[in-house]
């Protein structure tokens, strides 16, 4: 099977293609486990320390470009896996950007997805930015979308696309919105939520981290293993499974800034937590605010999918993923 993960040079992109390259099958729509022959990461650029595997074919290029498509989505394309955006606070500085990347990328993928020889299982990571505006207090599966970003509406109108193109049988598509990631590890990207990774990561380091939201700001969160373990597991879902949607609510937990803080200081003392202060700041703030905080995901348990037990698991699992001496 030849699969595609567009966004692969970014951190889930490569721990997915990592996830892939060890299984090294993948589940087909009649039902067996397909043995994994070509893995495509398409990213406009790449780190130097890429795995070596004869099965990995890299390509640096844009995903809006309707050559470079066809190149990586060639006939035989299985699988893919639709990562490749930029992020919520870049898209919202910059519209154009955003549009193009996000929205022309996406309906050129999905146009391009439609020429495979048979229609390839494609898995579309979109976001809890899909909601906003007056929210109840806790959402569920049956809230309407009211994007109130330009990332937002850039995914869920991703997520009408690939629904419709589901229901021609151009191709079998699932979309997951995310939670806020944490922790992801590297430097700090443009991401708005890029905070709640880094009032964790820089302090663990040594390194002094700038807070731009509140104390008592709610953040829905899934690790990078649950994540992980959720593309893989809505791929493998027969088509069966999305019945009347093909859109899910990823299952995660709500942890308050002052939450995560008391995770760390249980994880790793005092004096590691003194190295977040608080610096508000009004751009992050009004884009963080419209994301809900609090889900009920009943159809996605019911699914199969999971949420991380607690907030001091995410960390220590951070920990002993990246091997990081706690620097107190």
């Not at 309707?66 to 699988?79: F, I, K, Q, Y």
Request: proline share 7%; glycine share 8%.
């Amino acid at each position: 099977m030849r699969v595609v993960i567009t966004g692969g040079g970014g951190f889930l992109g490569l721990k997915l293609a990592k996830a892939l390259l060890a299984r090294g099958t993948l589940a087909t729509g009649e039902g067996t486990e397909a043995r994994l022959s070509k893995l495509v990461l398409l990213d406009a650029a790449f780190p130097s320390d890429m795995p070596a595997d004869a099965r990995l074919e890299i390509v640096t290029g844009d995903v809006s470009d309707a050559a470079t498509l066809e190149r990586v989505l060639t006939p035989d394309t299985g699988s893919v896996f639709h990562l490749a955006a930029v992020v919520s606070g870049a898209a919202e500085a910059d519209f154009d950007l955003g549009d193009r990347v996000n929205l022309e990328g996406t309906r050129r993928l999905l146009e391009r997805a439609r020429r495979c020889a048979t229609p390839p299982r494609l898995v579309f990571a979109s976001s809890v930015a899909a909601f906003g505006g007056v929210l109840p207090p806790v959402l569920d599966d049956a809230t309407t979308p009211t994007p109130q970003t330009s990332y937002g509406t850039q995914k869920v109108i991703g997520e009408y696309l690939i629904a419709d193109m589901s229901r021609k049988g151009f191709l079998d598509g699932r979309a997951l919105r995310l939670p806020t990631i944490v922790v992801r590890p590297g430097k700090p990207n443009a991401a708005a939520s890029s905070f709640a990774s880094g009032i964790l990561r820089e302090p663990l380091n040594g390194v002094e981290s700038p807070c731009p939201v509140a104390a008592e700001t709610g953040v829905w969160l899934l690790s990078p293993k649950r994540v992980i373990e959720a593309f893989l597991h809505a791929h493998d879902l027969p088509a069966s499974a999305w019945p009347s949607t093909r859109t899910v609510n990823l299952p995660g937990i709500t942890v308050s800034v002052a939450e995560m803080l008391d995770g760390l200081r249980r994880v790793a003392g005092e004096s590691v937590v003194r190295r977040v202060t608080f610096a508000p700041d009004a751009r992050i703030q009004a884009i963080v605010k419209t994301w809900p905080s609090r889900l009920n995901t009943p159809r996605a348990l019911a699914m199969g999918f999971r949420a991380d037990p607690d907030i001091d698991t995410v960390i220590r699992d951070y920990v002993a993923d990246e091997k990081i001496s706690v620097v107190s």
